[in-house]
């Protein structure tokens, strides 16, 4: 069993190093009914910290497949009025919001795909203004996450219950370095190397990258003016937070109507429930123009359907073979891990802040520079020890930036 000390040194790094508590602020936490003694402590420590108010949104996988199966359309697309007020009313007070994740990646797959996407889009239509907060980093947050029995054994299916628990508890431990002695020291010194990686990166200021692996053959734009951008954040109060736990990338975003070519998968993507996999997209000026899966089709074309920007880019994501996640040999099924062991894109809205002057600017002007928007925001792993990446500099100049899935550009910065 992991013990009572370890789990403790989880729940401080998470408020810590994650959201950033300050003395007197709330906190808002979306955590799992199954991971309810992890959760408390997390609840214990804020306290301790100096949280004025803890609020916890209680989820359970179970209760939520009840309702898919069970409740009527107009149920499942109407997302209720006070749950979008209880988030506005936590953000628009500066609170810290955390998500602890345990979800079943095969929860939903019984479940008529287009339900499951109507649903989504309903909480992203009534949340957009929850989603200003976050995604402009007006306010600190995070995710983390604990095991469930449904997930371990996805991941360990050889295993009992208990057992394949107790190692998904390890190997997660072990990714967001839990397991060192004094994991917000870690951090500390993993966000420097992420800054140092993104900074190399700013200052090259790539016109253009081209992947190449099996089934990939890419050119991606990037808009004048793009930022990379990776580990830790600073939110508008300069606090600085971790939006997610772990992170190994440096992200920064298409240009939306600047990418060519066909591109793979290479790792299953989890989409609400819905597994897709082996699955390719081949782009033109931008735009997702024709798309095949092995696994998970419908699914897919159900995502790529839910609006105008869901078949653009939104994110590009250089992540090492190196990372601890790629290392522990696992496919997660979880795209916070997952996204960690490779390089990844996403369909959807982009982030305004990988653009220099981007959060202050209204849709229209991220449009004329390149910004992708949507309701949707979903990465895939495109990365493997096979990919190649060039990047093209404004003077026509090509240099190679990522060579059998890692580094060949020195991102240390010496
Ligand atoms: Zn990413
Ligand atoms: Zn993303």
């Known amino acids: 069993m992991v013990s009572q000390q370890t789990q403790e040194k989880y729940a401080e790094l998470a408020l810590r190093t994650g959201v950033n508590l300050q003395k007197g602020q709330a906190l808002m936490i979306n955590a799992p009914i199954e991971g309810a003694d992890f959760t408390k402590l997390v609840v214990r420590k804020a306290y301790e910290i100096g949280a004025k108010d803890v609020h916890i949104n209680w989820v359970d996988d179970e209760l939520t497949l009840l309702k898919y199966e069970n409740a009527p359309d107009e149920v499942i697309t109407d997302y209720p009025e006070w749950k979008v007020k209880l988030h506005d009313s936590f ?3 500066g609170a810290a919001v955390l998500n ?3 979800t079943n990646p095969d929860l939903l797959k019984d479940i008529d795909p287009s339900r499951v996407a109507k649903a989504n889009k309903a909480a992203a239509e009534a949340m957009v ?23 371990a054994q996805k991941i360990f299916p050889d295993k009992s219950k208990e057992e394949a628990v107790e190692s998904l508890w390890e190997a997660i ?6 397991d060192q002695d004094n994991p917000i020291a870690a951090w500390e010194a993993h966000n420097e190397t992420l800054k140092t990686a993104r900074e190399v990166l700013n200052e090259k200021n790539y016109k253009k990258l081209i992947f190449k692996a099996p089934g990939t053959n890419l050119e991606m734009e990037l808009p004048q003016g793009h930022l ?9 109060t300069g606090v600085t937070f971790n939006p997610n736990m772990p992170t190994e990338e440096v992200f920064s975003m298409p240009h939306k109507y600047g990418v060519n070519g066909t591109v793979a998968s290479t790792k299953p993507l989890n989409y609400g429930g819905s597994l897709i996999d082996n699955f390719s997209l081949t782009f033109k000026d931008g735009k997702v123009v024709d798309f095949k899966a092995e696994q998970g089709e419908e699914v897919l074309k159900h995502l790529l359907d839910s609006d105008e920007g869901a078949r653009r880019l939104g994110e590009i994501a250089l992540v090492p073979d190196e990372s601890p996640v790629s290392q522990s040999g696992l496919v997660f099924y979880n795209t916070l891990f997952d996204e960690n062991a490779s390089c990844h894109i996403a ?31 979903v990465d895939f792993m495109i990365g493997s020890n096979k990919m190649d990446i060039d990047g ?6 090509t240099e190679a930036v990522f060579r059998n899935g890692t580094w060949s550009l020195n991102v240390k910065g010496e």
């Not at 203004?129 to 997930?151: A, E, L, V």
């Not at 990379?228 to 508008?236: C, D, I, L, M, N």
């Not at 093209?392 to 100049?397: E, I, L, M, N, S």
């Open 228 to 236: 990379w951008k990776g580990g830790s954040a600073v939110a508008e």
């Open 347 to 377: 369909l959807g809205k982009a982030y305004p802040t990988n653009l220099k002057g981007g959060s202050a600017m209204d849709l229209e002007t991220l449009d004329k520079h390149g910004v992708n928007d949507s309701l949707i925001h």
């Open 173 to 178: 431990l072990k990714i967001v370095r839990v």
């Open 129 to 151: 203004n929850f989603r200003k907060y976050t995604m402009n980093d007006k306010i600190p947050w995070s995710i983390i996450s604990i095991p469930s029995g449904d997930w």
């Open 91 to 93: 953000v628009e007070d």
């Open 392 to 397: 093209v500099k404004a003077d026509g100049t």
């Open 100 to 102: 602890i994740r345990s």
